[in-house]
Nanobody
Framework: QVQLVESGGGLVQAGGSLSLSCATS???????MGWFRQAPGKEREFVAG????????LYADSVKGRFAISKDNAKNTLYLQMSSLKPEDTAVYFC??????????????????WGQGTQVTVSS
């Protein structure tokens, strides 16, 4: 069982930046990992993902060019650097991990382990 703990959420003004972290109890080298978010009254949506060997990344169109996902396998930590934040980025952000050696993907069933989430609020 892999445990994931997000941190770094908070309140930021539109146009600002924020960095999220996700500490894992497993070896991140062997897991594809991703970030999802869920705004009030909306379904959880894919934000970004990174392959188990860090060779590939995926982004939702809404965050491409503004967000950057990375994974430090020495620290077993996943990151999401967010810049040029917009009020519509307000949501609870969740990190997720696949089964070992799993494929990178945009859908929920790609990922087997989930964190509890961290709130990001962008004020206008």
């Amino acid at each position: 069982q892999v445990q994931l703990v997000e941190s770094g959420g908070g309140l930021v003004q539109a146009g600002g930046s924020l960095s999220l972290s996700c500490a894992t109890s497993g070896r991140t080298f062997s897991y594809a990992m991703g970030w999802f978010r869920q705004a009030p009254g909306k379904e959880r949506e894919f934000v970004a993902g990174i392959s188990w060997g860090n060779s590939g990344t995926l982004y939702a169109d809404s965050v491409k060019g503004r967000f950057a996902i990375s994974k430090d396998n020495a620290k077993n930590t996943l990151y999401l650097q967010m810049s040029s934040l917009k009020p519509e980025d307000t949501a609870v952000y969740f990190c997720a991990a696949s089964r070992p050696w799993g494929e990178l993907g945009r859908t929920f069933d790609t990922y087997d382990y989930w964190g509890q989430g961290t709130q990001v609020t962008v004020s206008s």
